[in-house]
Every structure is written in C-alpha cells, then in structure tokens.
C-alpha cells in the first residue's frame, strides 16, 4: 500500500529540493556587499519621492480588472470560430448572445466613464 504513494512522496520532494534549493543556496553562499546606492529605492532613475505605500486611485484597479474580463471574453471567440462549421447556426446564435452581452457591459463602462484615465 505504501509502495503506491512512494513516486508521489518522491515528486513532492524533488519539487520542494527544485523550488527551495536554489533559494537557500543563494542566501547562503550569495557574496553580501551592501552599499547606500545597492540600498536605496529605485524610481526609474528618479530620486524617489512619496510614500512607497501610498495607495492607488480605484481607477487603476477598475482599468485593470476591465482589461482581463474583456481579454479573456475575447479568447473564447477563438476556439469558437475553429468549430464555427461544426456547431452550426445554434452555436452562432449563442455567440451573438454572448456578444452582445458582452457589447452592452462595455457601452455601460465607457457612459460610465470607467475606461477614462484622469
């Protein structure tokens, strides 16, 4: 019984040794040679200035999160449009539902004026 979870254990620990091992070897023998312009904060060159932790205008997050839901509507049309022929008129019927639901949210954020950047 045991003998059936042995490749399982095995995986697990190679993966682990794949994952942390370079990690650990690293902080070990990784030479540490610190110096004030290694430590400061990168800002495109820039002297930085603010607060690091100031919080982002919800805009950015709403662009963000409005990109990836249309993107990857978008990637349906793909496998659709490989089997178009093979579906027939009900698939196409069922795209141009999901298109059109798909149109209707975006005219909603644009009247918004979510996709606007201030």
């Known amino acids: 019984m045991l003998d059936n979870y042995l490749p399982v254990l095995v995986f697990i620990l190679v993966g682990i040794l794949f994952g942390v091992g370079p990690l650990v070897a690293g902080f070990v023998i990784g030479p540490r040679r610190p110096y004030d312009e290694k430590l400061s904060p990168y800002e495109c060159g820039f002297?930085?200035?603010?607060?690091?932790?100031?919080?982002?205008?919800?805009?950015?997050?709403?662009?963000?999160?409005?990109?990836?839901?249309?993107?990857l509507e978008i990637a349906f049309l793909f496998p659709w449009a490989v089997v178009l022929d093979q579906i027939g008129l009900a698939g196409f019927l069922a795209m141009?539902?999901?298109?059109?639901?798909?149109?209707?949210?975006f005219v909603y954020e644009w009247k918004k004026g979510a996709l606007e950047w201030e």
């Open 47 to 71: 002297e930085p200035f603010g607060d690091a932790r100031a919080p982002f205008d919800v805009r950015y997050y709403l662009v963000a999160i409005l990109f990836i839901l249309f993107d």
């Open 96 to 105: 141009m539902v999901f298109l059109a639901i798909l149109v209707v949210g």
